[in-house]
C-alpha cells in the first residue's frame, strides 16, 4: 500500500463548481497534513496544512481531515480556470514529508 | 520574513559531467532542508534531507550527493551525470514539523 494515494484524474469540473479531492494514507501516526497547489512547470506553493480533525476554511478552500479513516479532501469553492493545476496531498513523516502523485484539476471555462 | 533562493533557473548537461544545485534560506536559523526531484509527469521524490550543518540523510540510493555547509546552505552535486538524473529538483525548507516552503526549482537536462 503506497503510503499517500491520490487520483491522478484529470478532474474536470466546470467554472463556478465546487471541485472535490481525495486523499488517503497508510500511517496512522501521522499528525499533519498539508495540500500544495502546482502549475505545469512549477514549483508546488503551500495551499492550507491541517492538524486535526475536521474542517479548516480559507477563503475559497476547505480542508477536511478524518484520522480515524485515514482520509484528508480538499474542496475549492467556485471554481475558477485558474485553479487549473496539479494538487498534490502530502503527511509529515518524523523529520520529513511524504507526497501523493497529485490530481490534476482542470477548470472548463 | 523567510525566503529560499535556488539557482539556476535551467541547466543543460552533457552525461558524464559534474553538477552543482545551491540553495539558500534567510530569515530563519536551523531549518530543516530537503531536494527534491520530479520527474515529467510524475510526483515528487525526496533525495536528501538535512536537520543540521553536517547532517545528511540519503532517501535514495543514487547518483547524487548533498552537503550542508552552513546553516542555511544545501547544495546537491554529482560528479558524472546520467541521463536518468534529469528532471526538475526542488529545494525546501521546513520550521521544525511546520509547512515545507519550496523554491523556485532547477530544471535540469541531461544530453
Known amino acids: 500500500q503506497k503510503e499517500v494515494e491520490q487520483n491522478s484524474g484529470p478532474l474536470s469540473v466546470p467554472e463556478g463548481a465546487i471541485a472535490s479531492l481525495n486523499c488517503t494514507y497508510s500511517d496512522r501516526g501521522s499528525q499533519s497534513f498539508f495540500w500544495y497547489r502546482q502549475y505545469s512547470g512549477k514549483s508546488p506553493e503551500l495551499i492550507m496544512s491541517i492538524y486535526s480533525n475536521g474542517d479548516k476554511e480559507d477563503g475559497r478552500f476547505t480542508a477536511q481531515l478524518n484520522k480515524a479513516s485515514q482520509y484528508v479532501s480538499l474542496l475549492i469553492r467556485d471554481s475558477q480556470p485558474s485553479d487549473s493545476a496539479t494538487y498534490l496531498c502530502?503527511?509529515?513523516?518524523?523529520?520529513?514529508?511524504?507526497f501523493g502523485p497529485g490530481t490534476r484539476l482542470s477548470v472548463l471555462p | 520574513s523567510q525566503t529560499i533562493h535556488q539557482w539556476p533557473a535551467t541547466l543543460v548537461q552533457p552525461v558524464g559531467s559534474p553538477l552543482s544545485l545551491e540553495c539558500t534560506v534567510e530569515g530563519t536559523s536551523n531549518p530543516n532542508l530537503y531536494w527534491y526531484r520530479q520527474a515529467a509527469g510524475r510526483g515528487l521524490q525526496l533525495l536528501f534531507y538535512s536537520v543540521g550543518i553536517g547532517q545528511i540523510s540519503s532517501e535514495v540510493p543514487q547518483n547524487l550527493s548533498a552537503s550542508r555547509p552552513q546553516d542555511r546552505q544545501f547544495i546537491l552535486s554529482s560528479k558524472k551525470l546520467l541521463l536518468s538524473d534529469s528532471g526538475f529538483y526542488l529545494c525546501?525548507?521546513?520550521?521544525?514539523?511546520?509547512?515545507?516552503?519550496f523554491g523556485q526549482g532547477t530544471r535540469l537536462t541531461v544530453v
Open positions: 502530502a503527511r509529515d513523516r518524523g523529520q520529513n514529508f511524504v
Open positions: 525546501a525548507w521546513r520550521e521544525g514539523l511546520a509547512e515545507a516552503f
